[in-house]
């Protein structure tokens, strides 16, 4: 079976370099190509031939096609649909903001864990992404808009706790020197709430933000939208979640999704509050997308800012999401409606 060459790290293509009888320091060229999005051997000009038709026979390069695009009219946001060789596609957006540009990227096609607000979640899973995959959406986006990525949101289609090893893997090769050179500082990953997880990542010590999608201010609510609250409750994720805050000294940031008369009432708030105090963190509200045949509706902005008043209050920092490509629904697994352009591109 060939391997996936595009997901090695520099050491392990010395121990492929070696194994074909090769020089060590091909395995530092190599990694410089394939981190650089080329999508064939042949574009690897300093490499011989006769090394390029071993790397053929032994290797693949992943790479994503543009599916389909769709441009918000609005704020130049873009949404990808990407696909891969085998046939499975994924949900890419990339959003502009003052500082840069970001990319939302998908780490599963699916996803297990079933959020019953969720279109990805409604989805079912078919299989993980390898981190090779997970880069291939930030050249696919780069060279199709012409621009340089400069921060990264895992929140795409997906959870990324539980395709821990190549979201990992991913992390490291993205923030290499050698590749995208993206600085942990610059990447978020976000999380239903995996806890044996967060403890892992914890113990990474990386420097990225981790988002927690938490949507209710307890177990009732919580388990009723969120099945791995059945799992793992509120107090235990957020027992995690202290725990990850000592360890990086890094702020959590919540995603609170508002659905109207389920999870928006001041008394959740004040419950909210109550459980986060003196954590360092900061609240994240997005007035829920809805999804087809969910009946869950987005909560009323006067209802979303008694909310945050009732969190300031107890000194807790909220802010509502600024919705990007709010026309081309560009949020986790919907990709659909209005939009200004679409494409369909090899
Ligand atoms: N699986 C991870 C990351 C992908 S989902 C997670 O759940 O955190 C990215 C974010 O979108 C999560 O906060 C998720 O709860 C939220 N989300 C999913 N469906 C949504 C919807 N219909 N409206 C608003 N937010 C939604
Ligand atoms: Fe999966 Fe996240 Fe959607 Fe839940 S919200 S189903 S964890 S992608």
Known sequence: MLKDIGSMFEEELKEEMASLGEPAYRA??????????????????????????????????????????????????????????????????????????????STQVGCKMGCTFCATGKSGF????????????????????????????????????????????????????????????????????????????????LQLTLSVSLHAPNDQIRSRTMPINRKYGIDELLRACRYYIEQTGRRISFEYAMIDGVNDSDACAAELASRLREMICHVNLIPVNTVGGTGYKKSRMDRIKSFISVLEKAGITATVRRTLGSDINASCGQLKRAYKKEEKTE
Not at 47 to 55: A, F, G, T, V, Y
Not at 81 to 89: C, M, N, T, V
Not at 175 to 203: F, Q
């Open 28 to 105: 530092g060229q190599i990694y410089k190509w394939l981190q650089s999005g080329i999508k064939s051997f042949d574009e690897m000009t300093n490499i011989s031939k006769k090394l390029r038709e071993k790397l053929v026979e032994n290797y693949y390069i992943s790479f994503a096609s543009i599916e389909k695009k769709l441009i918000s009219a609005y704020d130049d946001t873009r949404k990808y649909l990407l696909s891969f060789p085998d046939g499975e596609a994924v949900e890419s957006v990339l959003m502009k903001y003052h500082h840069g540009y970001t990319s939302c990227i």
């Open 126 to 205: 078919s299989r993980n992404l390898t981190a090779s995959e997970m880069l291939s959406q930030l050249r696919a986006e780069q060279e199709d808009a012409n621009i340089r990525i400069s921060n990264i949101v895992l929140m795409g289609m997906g959870e990324p706790l539980d395709n821990y090893e190549n979201v990992l893997r991913f992390l490291r090769l993205v923030s290499s020197e050698k590749g995208m050179n993206i600085g942990m500082r610059h990447i978020s990953l976000s999380t239903c709430g995996v806890v044996p997880r967060i403890y892992d990542l914890a113990a990474e010590k």
